[in-house]
């Protein structure tokens, strides 16, 4: 797939209006507010996220693990995981769960639902791009949203969703998390990381800012105006200090897996990273 230089534009779309007017101050916690006992790690993935807490391991023990369900299922258990979906109808944005339901009680065509907003950094040489690049012309009419504000929007939702189960588990939100990322080309590597860290920062405003807004569904309008928000915001002003180093997905991927292989023998194994694999 080539994206070189499909749906690219001159430049995003501004909403109307005096956003200086509405935009709450952005609260960052400072070094001494953030749990430094305890860890998050959001795996945004292809079809699904997943998100889990950790104690911070040190080299006596185990860390204890606390998986972090985004609601409960039909049976009423935990739900861990949350689809990578976003769907526009009738001037309303979907987010995550609500998404896939509306997606599917509409039974629209498969095109017109923004699956795997993932792909934009995995398919992409420049992430600092993304704002140039409008979604389909079938995924959003409107053609308001770029790559870019897409991929905000949904890991603003995450975010949202992660922080509200670690209070489940008595946690504080204000702890560091780590985010897995592509294996870009060393060329692309520093500049798509810097960009990266830059969304995942204006997603964690913006789920702390606008979290009744971003919970599941908003008018589209709405998500326009407080995604400009965020990307106007000067980099002193958004929560830095809350995101770790990230990992590259491959290696988390066979980290995972050798930690369970004898330290004795030599033992073969085969790592599948895909769509519609957890």
Not at 121 to 129: G, N, R, W, Y
Not at 143 to 157: E, K, P
Not at 171 to 188: G, Q, V
Not at 197 to 215: K, P, Q, Y
Request: hydrophobic share 40%.
């Amino acid at each position: 797939l080539d994206l070189d230089s499909e749906g690219v534009v001159d430049a995003p779309v501004t909403p109307s209006g005096d956003l200086s007017l509405k935009t709450p101050p952005i609260t960052c916690p400072t070094p001494d507010d953030i749990d430094g006992d305890h860890l998050m790690c959001l795996d945004f993935g292809t079809s699904f996220s997943k998100a889990f807490a950790s104690s911070v391991d040190d080299t006596e023990g185990v860390p204890e693990l606390f998986p972090l369900a985004f609601g409960t299922n039909a049976l009423g258990d935990p739900e861990l995981l949350l689809p990578s979906e976003l769907f526009i109808d009738n001037g309303e944005l979907y987010l995550g769960a609500a998404a896939r339901a509306h997606f599917d009680a509409t039974e629209a065509v498969q095109d017109r639902l923004i699956d795997s907003p993932k792909q934009f950094i995995t398919l992409t040489k420049d992430v600092t791009d993304l704002h140039r690049r409008k979604l389909g012309n079938q995924q959003d009419p409107s053609g308001t949203l770029t790559q870019r504000d897409a991929l905000v929007l949904y890991l603003a939702h995450l975010n949202l969703r992660a922080e509200q189960a670690l209070h489940e588990h008595g946690l504080s939100p204000d702890l560091k998390r780590r985010y897995a990322h592509p294996a870009w080309t060393p060329e692309h590597f520093q500049v798509n990381s810097d960009a990266m860290r830059r969304i995942i920062a204006e997603a964690i405003a913006l789920s702390r800012c606008f979290g009744e807004d971003l919970a599941s569904i908003l008018p589209l309008e709405r998500a326009c105006e407080i995604n400009e928000m965020a990307r106007m915001a000067k980099d002193i002003e958004l929560p830095f200090g809350l995101i770790d180093d990230p990992v590259l997905e491959a290696t988390a991927a066979g980290a995972g897996a050798l930690l369970g292989t004898p330290t004795t023998r030599r033992v073969p194994y085969v790592i599948q990273i895909g769509r519609a694999h957890v």
